[in-house]
T-cell receptor, first 110, second 112 residues
Framework: GENVEQHPSTLSVQEGDSAVIKCTYS??????FPWYKQELGKRPQLIID?????GEKKDQRIAVTLNKTAKHFSLHITETQPEDSAVYFC?????????FGAGTRLTVKP | NAGVTQTPKFQVLKTGQSMTLQCAQD?????MSWYRQDPGMGLRLIHY???????DQGEVPNGYNVSRSTTEDFPLRLLSAAPSQTSVYFC???????????FGPGTRLTVL
């Protein structure tokens, strides 16, 4: 089955700096790669996603890049704000099977 | 729309007890799934369903049963609870062939 690895497990940045979270996946047939944000005690919420036929996608301060050859994808958050502090999960999907990374706890210090 | 709802929010069980976690959605989604979330391990897929009458196993199905008699409901059953099943359980749904999954608020289960 699919295996998704996520790094780093924790990330601390100063407000206004950029944050980058990286994930690798094992199944080359995976074709959908979402990123979820989960605040403490809340449910995961989709923040951005990318399909396998696209290399990059951007939504305001958030961007995701996908390298299918290397089987890795990354989340980029620019101009970070304290409200970006949360746990972020990457995931990879093949057919009906979604596999998640272990998560990155992002702390944005004011 | 209520979206995806789960009951109960919290539950404490003794080892060996059984219970059912409820999940319902009112978005007419064909696909529904159950995940468990443990510290440092992300979310792991337990079971999923692509429509009424159809269920399949995910990554960690042992100790759990599911059924899908209607499009709206997807209950998760623990037949004989074990301490290893202490976790937060999330139900999610989406349109079949779609990708964005909508998560329920979660059920925090403790097995003593």
């Amino acid at each position: 089955g699919e295996n998704v690895e996520q790094h780093p497990s924790t990330l601390s940045v100063q407000e206004g700096d950029s944050a980058v979270i990286k994930c690798t996946y094992s199944d080359s047939a995976s074709n959908y790669f979402p990123w979820y944000k989960q605040e403490l005690g809340k449910r995961p919420q989709l923040i951005i996603d990318i399909r396998s036929n696209v290399g990059e996608k951007k939504d305001q301060r958030i961007a995701v890049t996908l390298n299918k050859t290397a089987k890795h994808f990354s989340l980029h958050i620019t101009e970070t704000q304290p409200e970006d502090s949360a746990v972020y999960f990457c995931a990879a999907k093949f057919n009906n099977d979604m596999r998640f990374g272990a998560g990155t706890r992002l702390t944005v210090k004011p | 729309n209520a979206g995806v709802t789960q009951t109960p929010k919290f539950q404490v069980l003794k080892t060996g007890q059984s219970m059912t976690l409820q999940c319902a959605q009112d978005m007419n989604h064909e696909y529904m799934s159950w995940y468990r979330q443990d510290p440092g391990m992300g979310l792991r897929l337990i079971h999923y369903s692509v429509g009424a009458g159809i269920t399949d196993q995910g990554e960690v199905p042992n100790g759990y049963n599911v059924s899908r008699s209607t499009t709206e409901d997807f209950p998760l059953r623990l037949l004989s609870a074990a301490p290893s099943q202490t976790s937060v359980y999330f139900c999610a749904s989406c349109f079949f062939g779609g990708n964005e999954q909508f998560f329920g608020p979660g059920t925090r289960l403790t097995v003593l």
